[in-house]
């Protein structure tokens, strides 16, 4: 079985950044290791079997989660 990370969490909820997920970043990104986070951004700009058009949706709302929450 495979669990996700807070991490992970997090970073999957950048591509929406809806009010939920604000909610949601806000209360995990107090426990989360932010050095990991920006490893795990890496990865996802990175990976090759991503459409193009999400990635540039993903690096778009990174700007905004960047700025909001320091990483």
Known sequence: MYVLSIEDIIVS?????????????????K?????????IIKEVINRND???????????KLKVFRERYDV
């Open 31 to 39: 426990k989360a290791d932010k050095n990991l986070i920006k490893e």
């Open 50 to 60: 991503l459409f193009e058009s999400k990635k540039e949706e993903f690096k778009r």
């Open 13 to 29: 909820k950048i591509i929406r950044l809806s009010e939920k997920d604000f909610q949601d970043i806000d209360f995990l990104i």
